[in-house]
């Protein structure tokens, strides 16, 4: 079995964990947190007693066996009470989906199919590829102002 990523890891990929997810984290895996910020993300959530999660927006959102959203929703309540607003992480959601308009143009997808894939506008495609473009050096042109 696969051992699940540290910390530290998971800070390198999303960059700062907000401290609600951590409990998610923690107990049913990055999986789980992912799904949880995908479906909730920006929301306050009233967080079930562990012996009522079973069929809970929590529950469903986690995606995990009710024991394993049992677990989380106890850790949830002792350290962040009975509401708690799941962050959205859009930063990282942005970065995502920046690389993901970027892989499918790779694969040689045409603007609008990506479009509708991801559910944007055609715009913010061609806006995701200009940043690309330009995010990356041209070695094709001498810098001017070279020391």
């Not at 990929?13 to 923690?26: D, T």
């Not at 967080?47 to 024991?67: I, K, Y």
């Not at 997808?109 to 940043?131: K, N, S």
């Amino acid at each position: 079995m696969a051992r699940p990523p540290t910390l530290t890891a998971l800070r390198a990929r999303y960059g700062p964990i907000p401290a609600v997810l951590l409990p998610v984290v923690e107990v049913a895996g990055e999986e789980a947190m992912l799904r949880l910020v995908h479906t909730l993300g920006g929301l306050e959530v009233t967080v079930p007693a562990p012996s009522r999660v079973a069929g809970s927006d929590l529950h469903h959102a986690l995606g995990v066996p009710v024991e394993v959203a049992a677990v989380v929703a106890r850790r949830l309540r002792d350290r962040h009470g009975l509401e708690v607003t799941v962050p959205r992480m859009a930063g990282w959601l942005s970065r995502q989906r920046q690389a993901r308009i970027v892989a499918l143009r790779a694969d040689g997808r045409p603007i609008q199919d990506i479009a509708q894939v991801l559910g944007i506008t055609e715009r913010t495609v061609y806006l995701a590829l200009a940043r690309e473009r330009d995010g990356r050096v041209d070695d094709r042109q001498l810098d001017l102002f070279c020391t």
